[in-house]
């Protein structure tokens, strides 16, 4: 079974500065999708990122972007230019693409991260 | 585009009582999934459902948890009897559309406390 493992339960960061969030994952498939949510207080989970196991270049939006390592099984999320409207829990989930759970997620425990004015 | 439609947010009852969430998801989206999330950890998957069809209920706890979804379009999500360790946040999530099929967009939850 998939495991996703975020070893990071809560980070901090300045304003304007830049934080990278830790998630690494184990599967036995070559090819899968990645994605990074961040969860307001408000409950609602809003999807950051993606990133497809079959693409070497690094995933990037805006001010976020990856740092994908497969042979590592590493999937960092960094943050430039941290606002305040960053903070948040971050979500590292991993899926499957076909076959038996094709696109379900498997979560982390998460990563709360505080943005300090 | 509207999102993900729940309701309702929050509910609260006392354990052995039944409750039913309900769930709208994005226009076109043709799978739906269900999670609970306990506070402090990750969602954790309950049921998948492409079109009115499940394709995984294999986590969903069947002796007291129950969902369908009516027409391929909303579902409900039933828990009877309820327990204390259902206290949750119950998260509906839809994908397929004219996107990335394989990305999922989440409705607001429905917190549920069972005393």
């Known amino acids: 079974a998939q495991t996703v493992t975020q070893s990071q339960p809560e980070m901090s960061v300045q304003e304007a500065e830049t934080v990278t969030l830790s998630c690494t994952y184990d599967?036995?498939?070559?090819?899968?999708?990645l994605f990074w949510y961040k969860q307001p207080p408000s409950r609602q989970m809003i999807l950051v990122i993606r990133q497809e196991a079959y693409k070497q270049q690094n995933a990037t939006e805006n001010r976020f972007s990856v740092n994908f390592q497969k042979a590592a099984k590493s999937f960092s999320l960094k943050i430039s230019d941290s606002q305040l409207g960053d903070a948040a829990m971050y979500f590292c989930a991993y899926s499957p693409t076909g076959g038996a759970g094709s696109y379900q997620l498997t979560f982390g425990k998460g990563t709360k991260l505080s943005v300090i004015p | 585009e509207a999102g993900v439609a729940q309701s309702p947010r929050y509910k609260i009852i006392e354990k052995r009582q039944s409750v039913a969430f309900w769930c709208n998801p994005i226009s076109g989206h043709a799978t739906l999934y269900w999670y609970q999330q306990i506070l402090g950890q990750g969602p954790k998957l309950l049921i998948q459902f492409q079109n009115n069809g499940v394709v995984d209920d294999s986590q969903l706890p069947k002796d007291r948890f129950s969902a369908e979804r009516l027409k391929g379009v909303d579902s409900t999500l039933k828990i009877q009897p309820a327990k204390l360790e259902d206290s949750a946040v119950y998260l509906c999530a839809s994908s397929g559309g004219t996107g990335f099929s394989d990305t999922q967009y989440f409705g607001p939850g429905t917190r549920l406390t069972v005393l």
């Open positions: 599967t036995s498939e070559s090819d899968y999708y």
